[in-house]
């Protein structure tokens, strides 16, 4: 059996805050505001892997209104993300994500990415594929006003 979910997450720019994509810190001038470290990847991904096992979504999971999650490393929530679907028989094959960012230039963190990614859920890098583009100067990402990911992952039952 094989299953697949479609993860969507997005997060505005911020001053002060230093961004994070897949676990990885990124130089660049702001970072993304929200109640956890922000990391759209992540995020999306967990959405995507809960999607497929029809188990909710992070914000079911890990509400913005607990003050557990504050600041709360978002690798580590999809792995219990991971860990959850997993005790439905269900365990991660591949995933595919797409960033949307006009800046910064991501794509010598890819490879970092998708290895920090396939590290945290237990598969090889060549499971995961993170790639990037920019919006071509349109809508809320292409004015520079934050970020954007799409996330698809499949599934199988063990
Ligand atoms: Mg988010």
Redesign the pocket.
């Known amino acids: 059996m094989t299953r697949v979910g479609i993860g969507y997450?997005?997060?505005r720019f911020v001053a002060g805050r230093p961004l994070v994509l897949a676990g990885i810190t990124i130089p660049h001038s702001h970072g993304l505001a929200?109640h956890?470290d922000?990391?759209?990847v992540a995020?999306?991904l967990t959405d995507a892997i809960l999607g497929a096992a029809a188990a909710g979504n992070?914000g079911r999971l890990f509400p913005d209104t607990d003050p557990r999650w504050k600041d709360a490393d978002?690798m580590e929530l999809l792995a219990t993300a991971h860990e959850l679907v997993r005790t439905r028989g269900l365990t991660l094959w591949q995933a595919d994500l797409t960033i949307i960012a006009e800046q910064p230039k991501l794509d010598r963190h890819l490879d970092a990415m998708a290895a920090a990614l396939a590290g945290r859920l237990g598969v090889t890098a060549a499971d995961v594929s993170v790639k990037a583009k920019t919006n071509e100067g349109m809508g809320f990402v292409g004015r520079g006003e934050g970020v954007a990911v799409i996330a698809v992952a499949t599934l199988e039952a063990r």
Do not use: K, L, T
């Open positions: 997450d997005s997060h929200g956890s922000a990391d759209a995020h999306a992070i978002s």
